[in-house]
């Protein structure tokens, strides 16, 4: 390094002895800048050392009084007492549990070797973790419909039978198009009782233009090889390929389709079966979507005793979330063309090996190639050692499939890391870095009066974000107490805090959008004055995801201060225009299979706390300013939509919502006139999209009265449709 001066360094450097005085003041007045700087940036890190080192001394406080509790006489006599009370909780949750796993597994017989097996795995601990989460309801909105209330759904609205069947062959006889489905299963000691079922429910499809591609891998046991030759004897569709050397499930399903000559291919597991409707609706989905490549179903599960259990009816075509679980798999069919392009199932991703091929086409065919068929249309078994039961009997299927995802994103060329989030469900988070250096983030946070909200909100920005580079704007619309005035005062201090005075009539969209004009940033973040930061990295996670590719608005998860959610998405047509995902849930739930704690595209976020490029917000023309209070954020988010950009919901940036704490309720008398004109505004503007949203499902409800994620009765589509 030079002599002179240190890189940072707030001294001015010497002047060259015969610089003109205009030069010598105008480094000198820079000099002073970058002393100001960095006395603010000293003084703002002493504040950060002193709120953690306050925190640090309540810990302490707190554990030494823990420690006088729990050595006090009053403690040690109660403790016969606790013990008891704690064994009666403890019988109560395990019997709950047991009942609601014997649904599942169809008896407690199999229940009881479901907690086996998590003993074996996890030891005490992680059976009594699988208990918890079980009871509370983790892993769905509630739980899985009971089986009684499943089967009665099915009765009345999942049954095809004679009736059903003569409608379908009327319908298949307009068809444009009637390809041939070559059906691809790998096979390896298979029980004949399944292998059985499987073939013959391929059969049965009232669809009869299939073919059924079966490549046995070397099974050791020889009943699975008289099965197979039974019924290529019986039926000149079904096509076997006996290999001699055992090379594992993606060789083996190579070696099926390498008989496969049919338009399309349909992947099925060997102990699994097809609902006799199932190709005929795949059938019908190509000719509506003739330029489709790939088509995926609903499923349910099959449980020891034959029973339909555990029905997962998903959203449309969801890349984010796809990027979480494979949510493609079953029943998934692909163009045989195009499984050819991508060089099949690779070998050294068994257990993923169908994920990994689900990525590789997507990257060639393109998101708008995807068509989810909205039946359950794939019954998955639920066998021992199968991943259908759970995602830990298959722990190296886990791994494949992170493999397959990290290669993923580096042949897409995103700069990424991908991360277990949970042990059970196995869900994944893909953290997008952010751009270096990092984009400048204008935070924009309208507000009156209301000072101890707005200084919580800003002060846990300032402490809590270790996001390096944003500015905030405070939008004052006509605060008159001295207190805030002078938190004002206070905060215009701060080189990267601006208040802003707009005393107009209130409205939100105009508000900000007044605001954004005179933004410096690259990226916005609409952020309420209620809104108080719990992860630090919250504006990383934001801006990482809204730096991608196609992606718009980015919306964060909202918890009210007891630790349930505000917001985790907007469901469109909810209550007539829109609601929250999982209201009011428990932290430490994970929603409907697991879609309250992963990543996901939406129709909508809230602008509680809403990131977003800068020039997508100018190109949609910025919140709607005949929306003065409500659904500014959801028609905004429309907006955004139309415009070709994918919404975008993350659970990975959480943030506290004191919500309404300072404008109160919509249904206040002298604001529910205005409300209901934004309503009917909505309705009016949106019709169409207020009918269905691609990120639910019409199998399940959207009745206000009735939790998101529960069975419509009846849905929103017909077994034929």
């Not at 007492?81 to 009666?88: D, I, K």
């Not at 006799?276 to 088509?295: E, Q, T």
Request: proline fraction near 5%; charged fraction near 25%.
């Amino acid at each position: 390094m030079t002599s002179g001066h240190n890189v940072g360094d707030p001294r001015p450097a010497p002047l060259p002895r015969n610089a003109p005085a205009a030069s010598h003041e105008s480094e000198l007045a820079a000099a002073t800048q970058r002393a100001e700087v960095l006395e603010e940036k000293l003084a703002f890190a002493l504040e950060k050392l002193t709120h953690y080192a306050s925190v640090e001394n309540e810990r302490v406080r707190l554990e030494v009084e823990l420690q006088r509790v729990l050595t006090s006489p009053s403690w040690r006599i109660t403790a016969p007492l606790r013990r008891v009370s704690a064994m009666a909780r403890a019988l109560r949750l395990v019997w709950g549990t047991i009942e609601r796993q014997a649904e599942a597994q169809g008896g407690y017989a199999g229940a009881l070797g479901y907690y086996a097996k998590a003993l074996r795995r996890g030891g005490i601990a992680g059976a009594r973790d699988r208990l918890r989460r079980l009871q509370s309801g983790a892993g769905f909105a509630d739980r899985p419909p009971s089986e009684a209330v499943y089967s009665a759904w099915i009765d009345r609205f999942d049954t095809f039978g004679e009736a059903e069947r003569d409608k379908a062959n009327t319908i298949m006889a307009t068809f444009a198009r009637q390809p041939l489905i070559s059906v691809v299963v790998p096979t390896y000691n298979s029980d004949p009782v399944f292998l059985e079922a499987m073939i013959q429910s391929v059969r049965d499809q009232v669809y009869q233009n299939w073919e059924l591609c079966i490549a046995d891998d070397a099974s050791t046991r020889p009943e699975p090889a008289q099965i197979l030759r039974r019924y290529a004897a019986l039926d000149e569709r079904i096509k076997v390929v006996f290999r001699e050397v055992n090379g594992h499930i993606s060789e083996a399903s190579n070696s099926a389709l390498s008989i496969a000559t049919g338009e399309y291919v349909a992947l099925l597991d060997h102990d699994d079966v097809l609902p006799a409707h199932a190709l005929f609706s795949v059938v019908r989905y190509i000719n509506k979507h003739p330029d489709a490549r790939m088509f995926y179903s609903d499923e349910d599960k099959l449980t020891a005793d034959g029973k339909r259990a555990m029905p997962y009816f998903k959203c449309d075509w969801n890349p984010e979330l796809f990027l979480t679980q494979n949510m493609f798999s079953h029943l998934g069919v692909f163009e045989t063309a195009l499984i050819r392009e991508a060089g099949g199932f690779r070998k050294g991703f068994e257990g993923s090996q169908d994920y990994d091929l689900t990525l590789r086409c997507v990257e060639i065919a393109g998101h708008d190639k995807v068509v989810h068929i909205p039946h359950v249309l794939y019954h998955w078994r639920i066998a021992p050692g199968s991943t259908a039961g759970s995602g830990s009997e298959k722990p190296y299927a886990l791994l494949a499939a992170i493999r397959a995802l990290q290669e993923h994103l580096k042949r897409i060329g995103a700069e990424a890391t991908v991360e277990q989030v949970f042990d059970e469900p196995a869900i994944l988070h893909v953290r997008y870095a952010v751009p270096q250096p990092a984009p400048k983030v204008s935070l924009i946070i309208p507000t009156r009066d209301g000072v101890d909200l707005l200084r919580q909100c800003i002060e846990s920005v300032l402490l809590r974000t270790i996001y390096p580079n944003y500015e905030i704007i405070v939008v004052d619309n006509g605060s008159v107490k001295e207190e805030t005035l002078s938190y004002f005062a206070q905060i215009s201090e701060k080189s990267n805090v601006r208040v802003v005075r707009d005393d107009s009539p209130f409205n939100y969209s105009a508000l900000n959008n007044r605001a954004v004009a005179m933004a410096t940033g690259d990226y916005l973040c609409l952020l309420n004055n209620d809104i108080e930061v719990i992860s630090p990295d919250w504006l990383n996670e934001m801006v990482g995801v809204a730096c991608q590719p196609g992606h718009g608005a980015v919306g964060a998860a909202l918890w009210y201060p007891d630790n349930t959610l505000q917001h985790g998405g907007v469901m469109i047509g909810l209550g007539g225009v829109a609601g929250h995902i999982h209201h009011k849930m428990k932290r430490g739930l994970f929603g409907y299979f697991g879609r309250a704690v992963v990543r996901q595209n939406l129709s909508a976020v809230t602008a509680a706390c809403l990131v977003i490029r800068k020039s997508i917000y100018h190109e949609v023309g910025g919140l709607n300013e005949e929306l003065a209070v409500a659904f500014n954020d959801v028609d905004f988010c429309l907006r955004v939509g139309e415009a070709g950009y994918r919404n975008v919901w993350t659970p990975h940036a959480e943030l506290y919502h004191h919500e309404s704490a300072t404008r109160g309720s919509d249904m206040d008398p002298d604001k529910r006139d205005r409300f209901v004109s934004e309503v009917r505004w909505m309705q009016n503007r949106w019709a169409s999209k207020l009918e269905y949203d691609p990120a639910y499902n019409p199998n399940l409800t959207l009745n206000p009265q009735l939790p998101l994620f529960t069975l419509a009765d009846p849905p929103r589509t017909h077994i034929l449709d």
